[in-house]
């Protein structure tokens, strides 16, 4: 079993920064890629950004590309999220996810076995 617990999400304006962390429970983490999504109101849950659980690329939406930085510390069994440059269009409620063992970083949101409660990221014009 993977607990997973977002934080850092909140209200910024337009062209801020905000760091999303999320902390995993368990000590499966470092065998895992680790996924962000994010789902707006009437709108489907989107993948954001992923990181392998190994040696690999990260990957990221293409809305985001250039702007956020996913980043991860095995260490701490934590991953983040750097949104720089936030946009109106990035407000939605950002979701972390596990991924299955040894599986590499994916986009779809089925391939992702452990989610975390959500938080919201608000950006103001």
């Known amino acids: 079993q993977v607990q997973l617990v977002e934080s850092g999400g909140g209200l910024v304006q337009a062209g801020g920064s905000l760091r999303l962390s999320c902390a995993a429970s368990?000590?499966?983490?470092?065998?895992?890629?680790m996924g962000w999504f994010r789902q707006a109101p009437g709108k489907e849950r989107e993948f954001v950004a992923g990181?392998?659980?190994?040696?690999?690329?990260?990957r990221y939406a293409d809305s985001v590309k250039g702007r956020f930085t996913i980043s991860r510390d095995n260490a701490k069994n934590t991953v983040y999220l750097q949104m720089n440059s936030l946009k109106p269009v990035d407000t939605a409620v950002y979701y972390c996810?596990?991924?299955?063992?040894?599986?590499?970083?994916?986009?779809?949101?089925?391939?992702?076995?452990?989610w975390g409660q959500g938080t919201q990221v608000t950006v103001s014009s």
């Open positions: 368990g000590r499966t983490f470092s065998s895992r890629a």
């Open positions: 990181i392998p659980w190994s040696t690999g690329s990260t």
């Open positions: 996810a596990a991924g299955r063992r040894f599986r590499p970083v994916v986009s779809g949101t089925m391939e992702y076995e452990y």
